[in-house]
């Protein structure tokens, strides 16, 4: 089992930048992939970014291509969400999730859950 815990969210300006981290519990962090989704009111959890055990192979959802890059960083059990040049829809609850089978980009593939952190990116 491993336990995920999110922190960075915050309010900024369009245009801004924020990184999200996520730190799990656990000695085997390097066995999940990980992945971050997002939760706006109203609106179902969406796929964000995932990525492999290794590191090797990422994937991201069209919307932000481009703007966000996922990492991780085995030897510190965190995982990483830089975001760029933040956008009024990019306002959510982001949350990261980890799993030790496959990587969906569907949330209901997802095994663990950490509680989430705000994003507000006023226009």
């Known amino acids: 089992q491993v336990q995920l815990v999110e922190s960075g969210g915050g309010l900024v300006s369009a245009g801004d930048s924020l990184r999200l981290s996520c730190a799990a519990s656990g000695r085997t962090f390097s066995s999940y992939h990980l992945g971050w989704f997002r939760q706006a009111p109203g609106r179902e959890r969406e796929f964000v970014a995932t990525i492999t055990r290794s590191g090797a192979g990422t994937n991201y959802a069209d919307s932000v291509k481009g703007r966000f890059t996922i990492s991780r960083d085995n030897a510190k059990n965190t995982v990483y969400l830089q975001m760029n040049s933040l956008k009024p829809e990019d306002t959510a609850v982001y949350y990261c999730?980890?799993?030790?089978?496959?990587?969906?980009?569907?949330?209901?593939?997802?095994?663990?859950w950490g509680q989430g952190t705000q994003v507000t990116v006023s226009s």
């Open positions: 999730a980890a799993s030790p089978y496959t990587n969906p980009t569907v949330a209901r593939g997802w095994t663990y």
